[in-house]
């Protein structure tokens, strides 16, 4: 007895579920794997295209100030292999001393700087080495 209860609990469960997944994916035009809330979605076709388009719009006003700079380097980054990465790689450039803006892209694999004094390229390379990825060539 004890156990068909149970069962039924859990069957109840899935249904609701899936239920509230295929509500949502048709009412709503959100994606199954939206069930957290979205905000850390990164698989699914239409909040990836957004992700992608933010950080497009981002990469590109951070490069827009990078090119006001008269010192800037160029750095070639292995290892990066997504956003988050990214966002390391300019997050890691960013805290050293010196350097004003930086941007990185994915599909370029390459950082660029935008430096307020001009840096030993050393420290750049520490900085990304430091963050997990490779820093390769740098150039101004």
Known sequence: MTATVVLGVLIALALANGLRVIYRAFFKS???CCDS???S???CPAHKSEMQRAMENSYRARVEKIEKFSIR???DVDG?????CVANVVRALEKVDGVQVAAASLEKQTALAGLS???PDEIL???INKAGYRA???TV
């Open 73 to 75: 380097r160029t750095i």
């Open 117 to 119: 004094k001009d840096i």
């Open 37 to 39: 809330g979205g905000s």
């Open 125 to 127: 390379r520490d900085a």
């Open 136 to 138: 390769g060539v740098i």
């Open 80 to 84: 990066m292999t997504c956003e988050h």
């Open 30 to 32: 959100e994606a199954a």
């Open 41 to 43: 979605c990164n698989s």
